[in-house]
């Protein structure tokens, strides 16, 4: 089984996917900025480890990350303040790439979300821009990096449960996703190497994950 690191351990896709990981016996280790969170990560089967990605170093970020197989990039400004949107989705996802680089660990997955690549087309005027930016920016540096690295873009998000069920691929407009469903896409890419390389953009959908992208 293998040592995991989520980023952004608390959030809400970050804890469905500690659960599914940790259910077959991975090692899940969540970085959260809040203590008090760290009863949630336990109770979804994880390893609270307290890391504030705004002012952690690459070194700082390598330390944590050495002897891990793979790190998983679920955190996120939230939106509303441009200047963090950029400090996190932006520069601590960069760090944290150079970090697993540093530390060797090869395996990275990128939960971004699904737009038109690489030009996102997203106008300056646009609350979303910065958020936009950030991400095409960050996901423009994983391609570009050695690491072996996949790229999940959900569509808009869903709290209803999740059918394990997705749809893909070329000609598919952007709908939306159950975050079950993200968090299970996730645990599927991560025990299945051979999906490195790829950008996966997604809604829910008829077919089973394993069927997709098998």
Do not use: C
């Amino acid at each position: 089984m293998a040592k995991i690191t989520i980023i952004g351990g608390h959030g809400k896709v970050a804890l469905r996917l500690a659960r599914l990981l940790s259910a077959v016996g991975h090692e899940v280790h969540s970085w959260v900025r809040n203590p008090d969170h760290g009863a949630d990560v336990a109770a979804a089967g994880g390893t609270a480890v307290v890391a504030d990605l705004e002012t952690m170093s690459v070194e700082q970020m390598a330390e944590l990350l050495r002897g891990k197989d793979a790190v998983v990039w679920s955190a996120g400004a939230g939106g509303g303040d441009p200047k963090r949107t950029y400090a996190v989705d932006r520069d601590a996802a960069i760090r944290s790439m150079s970090a697993a680089e540093q530390a060797g660990v090869r395996r990275y997955v990128m939960v971004s979300y699904f737009y038109d690549r690489p030009d996102h087309g997203v106008p300056e005027d646009s609350s979303f821009y910065p958020y936009a930016e950030a991400k095409a920016a960050a996901d423009g540096r994983l391609q570009a990096s050695g690491l072996d690295w996949t790229i999940l873009g959900p569509s808009a998000l869903r709290d209803e449960p999740g059918g394990s069920r997705i749809e893909t691929g070329a000609g598919v407009a952007k709908s939306s996703v159950s975050r079950d469903d993200v968090a299970a896409v996730a645990a599927y890419v991560l025990d299945h190497p051979e999906t490195a390389g790829r950008v996966i953009d997604f809604n829910g959908g008829d077919a089973p994950i394993a069927e997709v992208l098998g």
